[in-house]
């Protein structure tokens, strides 16, 4: 229910991480690790795709304006969503419940023969790779069934522009 770290302001991630209580020294080197980690989407070789639910925006639209957090956030999303070798597809609130909106995880699949797929699940105290095939199988299904409920990718723009209003026009 969080927008993806890959995808986040620097002003997002100190704002969340001082919301957790995350140590003033902490939080700069977490934000300088995640802000490196972001330069993986400028690499075209690399394929990114993400299905994010509304209620990552909406929370993100509850911090105050006089922040800037939530322009600035919009304005990075408008323009990672640019990137050729970006996939970024929204769920809506109409859509209501769909399987995996309560879970955060990452598929990280390497083009090798077989084909081979991890797993990076994050729980509230604790992070797991995972390998073992059936789970990866469930993951890869509970990923098909979260493309069947999100909008197109072509439309990532124009949601942006609707949940963000006169911010992006």
């Known amino acids: 229910m969080l927008l993806p770290g890959m995808l986040q302001t620097t002003a997002l991630m100190r704002y969340l991480m001082e919301t957790a ?12 690790l995640r802000v490196r980690r972001q330069e993986a989407l400028l690499d075209a070789a690399r394929q990114f795709e993400f299905i994010i639910d509304q209620a990552a925006l909406a929370r993100v639209n509850l911090i105050a304006d006089t922040t800037g957090i939530w322009a600035g956030q919009l304005a990075r999303l408008a323009e990672v969503v640019q990137l050729p070798n970006v996939r970024i597809r929204w769920v809506p609130f109409s859509h209501g419940f769909y399987p995996g909106q309560e879970s955060d995880y990452h598929i990280v699949t390497y083009a090798t023969d077989p084909e081979l797929h991890l797993i990076y699940a994050e729980r509230y105290d604790e992070q797991a790779v995972l390998h073992e095939p059936k789970v990866v ?30 911010l992006l026009s």
């Not at 979260?146 to 072509?154: I, M, R």
């Open 21 to 32: 209580g995350v140590e003033p020294e902490e939080i700069d080197r977490l934000v300088t």
């Open 137 to 166: 199988k469930r993951y890869l299904d509970l990923w098909d069934a979260q493309e069947k409920v999100a909008l197109e990718s072509d439309q990532a723009a124009s949601f942006l522009a609707f949940v963000g209003g006169p």
